[in-house]
T-cell receptor
Framework: NAGVMQNPRHLVRRRGQEARLRCSPM?????VYWYRQLPEEGLKFMVY????????ESGMPKERFSAEFPKEGPSILRIQQVVRGDSAAYFC?????????????FGPGTRLTVT | GESVGLHLPTLSVQEGDNSIINCAYS??????FIWYKQESGKGPQFIID?????DKRQGQRVTVLLNKTVKHLSLQIAATQPGDSAVYFC??????????FGAGTRLFVKA
């Protein structure tokens, strides 16, 4: 059973470009969480999605950031018009059911660098 | 704001010794706590969890202690090995969807 997959692992964007990060949850998992991690800091919750639904996006900036988890395909975290402050590692995690909110399996992360 | 924090940012221990990593939390409504290990370049890996109706839980070489009176959580690693070198995060959950992570403690294991 493959773990959570994220791609790309590394992404470099110039200021003003769009960044698109993908996350494929573990097989059978229908809950996806996105986190952001700055160097030497803990993970900050961004958004929680189930298939075709955003459940909690309270940790995601209102502008430029969006997330989706379509019926088919991976979850996508999209950052429009990136700025240097968006440089960070972005992790997604998946869980099998809502009761397992603490039982999250993390992907390897996407390291975004904005130049 | 964040309600989970750690006392020590770095911890250096000799191989074979026991390690204790501490964590303080401020949200008394939190009822579920998790410890994660994060190795360089990787995502966090679940180590052990504990619910607020318990004060101790043991796993393989790891023990988590919860003191709700002082809102303190600790992770004990027995017979620390070089492979234990990583950053350790405590995290809390209040039963909702959001898991709050602490800042992390870096553990160095000296051979």
């Amino acid at each position: 059973n493959a773990g959570v997959m994220q791609n790309p692992r590394h992404l470099v964007r110039r200021r003003g470009q769009e960044a698109r990060l993908r996350c494929s949850p573990m097989k059978g998992h229908s809950h996806v969480y996105w986190y952001r991690q700055l160097p030497e800091e803990g993970l900050k919750f961004m958004v929680y999605l189930q298939k075709e639904n955003i459940i909690d996006e309270s940790g995601m900036p209102k502008e430029r950031f969006s997330a989706e988890f379509p019926k088919e395909g991976p979850s996508i975290l999209r950052i429009q018009q990136v700025v240097r402050g968006d440089s960070a590692a972005y992790f997604c995690a998946s869980s099998p059911k809502i009761e397992s909110v603490g039982e999250q399996y993390f992907g390897p992360g996407t390291r975004l660098t904005v130049t | 704001g964040e309600s989970v924090g750690l006392h020590l940012p770095t911890l250096s221990v000799q191989e074979g010794d026991n390690s204790i990593i501490n964590c303080a939390y401020s949200n008394s409504a939190s009822d579920y706590f998790i410890w994660y290990k994060q190795e360089s370049g990787k995502g966090p890996q679940f180590i052990i969890d504990i619910r607020s109706n318990m004060d101790k839980r043991q796993g393989q070489r790891v023990t988590v202690l919860l003191n709700k009176t002082v809102k303190h959580l600790s992770l004990q690693i027995a017979a620390t090995q070089p492979g234990d070198s990583a950053v350790y995060f405590c995290a809390e959950n209040t039963g909702g969807f959001k898991t709050i992570f602490g800042a992390g403690t870096r553990l160095f294991v000296k051979a």
